[in-house]
């Protein structure tokens, strides 16, 4: 798959997920094959306005390219001036807009996925970007605000205001993550467009990866929980779309390893102590399904410094 002149050979995407694809977990992915992956989304407002967390957020490793920035906002003039800082400031392949956040702060200032809700302005805000950006520009949406929706016009709008590349998660806004995501919907958004469509929504397993590009017919798919504590599922459909080899799944011991590495990139980008607390979500996540993961989730929860988080995962995950 290619957006723009970027080329994606494993057409496979991490999808970006705020308070996770930070650049820590972004480079282990990449560690296990990923290709690209796309930053939390960021406030075009907050761009402008200089604001310190909207810049944090924009933190890219040297060796974390081609990547994705996703802005959010509704307001065209400020989406087309935060591409023009995004551009003065930092390196990054594609610009993606954001047009799915389902959260209530979020929608009700008209951004993310209320923009659903009207075409005419999302239109002039790709075509606004467009004309700015010297990137690529792209545009995640889900399958409507509602039922009633539009999506396959509101995709065929995107293209024609000059979407490079568009994903679809395959909920409405009013399914929030409830049900499951309609790949129907996904194969015709993939039927209605010339541009390279994305299908995304509940891969957990190579299986469902190969099932679902095979139904619609995507270009490329995208996961983003699925990788939550598992960049192996990253590998495994990396390499079987490469070679058609399966692996086997990690031994706690290669959890364990890349535990330490993801503490140590983590402590890098943030600091001791924030580190160590977003820490503690991700090591839940890895460790889910293992035996003593209750066990070790609580001590984890309960410890005050990376010694005690080390100690504890070493006695309970039988490590020695
Ligand atoms: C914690 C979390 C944060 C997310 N943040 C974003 C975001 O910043 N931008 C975005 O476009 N989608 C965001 N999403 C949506 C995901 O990118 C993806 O579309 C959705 O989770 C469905 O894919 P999945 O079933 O593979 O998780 C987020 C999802 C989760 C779970």
């Known amino acids: 798959?290619?957006?723009?002149?970027?080329?994606?050979?494993?057409?496979?995407?991490?999808?970006?997920?705020?308070?996770?694809?930070?650049?820590?977990?972004?480079?282990?992915?990449?560690?296990?094959?990923?290709?690209?992956?796309?930053?939390?989304?960021?406030?075009?407002?907050?761009?402008?306005?200089?604001?310190?967390?909207?810049?944090?957020?924009?933190?890219?490793?040297?060796?974390?390219?081609?990547?994705?920035?996703?802005?959010?906002?509704?307001?065209?003039?400020?989406?087309?001036?935060?591409?023009?800082?995004?551009?003065?400031?930092?390196?990054?392949?594609?610009?993606?807009?954001?047009?799915?956040?389902?959260?209530?702060k979020i929608v009700k200032n008209g951004d993310g996925s209320k923009l659903m809700t009207d075409l005419p302005g999302a239109q002039s805000i790709v075509d606004r970007v467009v004309k700015v950006s010297q990137?690529?520009?792209?545009?995640?949406?889900?399958?409507?605000?509602?039922?009633?929706?539009?999506?396959?016009?509101?995709?065929?709008?995107?293209?024609?205001?000059?979407?490079?590349?568009?994903?679809?998660?395959?909920?409405?806004?009013?399914?929030?993550?409830?049900?499951?995501?309609?790949?129907?919907?996904?194969?015709?958004?993939?039927?209605?467009?010339?541009?390279?469509?994305?299908?995304?929504?509940?891969?957990?397993?190579?299986?469902?990866?190969?099932?679902?590009?095979?139904?619609s017919g995507v270009d490329g798919i995208m996961i983003a929980r699925g990788a939550q504590g598992n960049p192996w599922l990253i590998r495994e459909i990396v390499t079987y779309f490469a070679t058609g080899e399966m692996l086997p799944p990690p031994t706690s011991r290669e959890i364990y390893d890349v535990i330490m590495t993801h503490m140590a990139l983590i402590v890098e980008e943030k600091g001791e102590y924030r580190g160590m607390v977003e820490m503690r979500k991700h090591i839940s996540w890895y460790i889910k399904g293992m035996k003593n993961a209750a066990l070790v989730r609580n001590e984890i929860n309960r410890s005050r410094n990376f010694e005690e988080m080390h100690r504890s995962l070493v006695q309970l995950l039988d490590i020695g």
């Not at 075009?44 to 604001?51: C, M, P």
């Not at 998660?169 to 049900?179: L, N, V």
Request: proline share 4%; charged share 25%.
């Open 1 to 104: 798959m290619k957006i723009g002149k970027v080329s994606i050979p494993s057409n496979l995407l991490l999808g970006p997920m705020a308070g996770v694809t930070d650049g820590a977990f972004r480079k282990i992915c990449r560690q296990f094959g990923l290709e690209m992956s796309f930053t939390e989304m960021v406030s075009a407002k907050g761009l402008v306005y200089g604001d310190k967390g909207s810049h944090e957020l924009l933190s890219i490793g040297e060796e974390e390219h081609p990547v994705g920035v996703q802005i959010f906002g509704s307001d065209p003039d400020f989406m087309a001036r935060a591409a023009v800082i995004l551009q003065e400031r930092i390196q990054y392949e594609v610009l993606d807009i954001n047009m799915g956040c389902p959260t209530p």
């Open 135 to 215: 990137k690529p520009v792209t545009v995640k949406i889900r399958t409507g605000w509602d039922e009633t929706t539009d999506y396959l016009g509101f995709a065929k709008g995107m293209e024609a205001a000059g979407a490079q590349m568009i994903t679809v998660h395959g909920r409405t806004r009013d399914q929030m993550y409830s049900g499951k995501a309609d790949w129907e919907k996904i194969r015709a958004v993939k039927q209605a467009l010339k541009i390279p469509v994305v299908g995304n929504g509940d891969i957990f397993t190579l299986q469902e990866a190969l099932e679902k590009k095979a139904f």
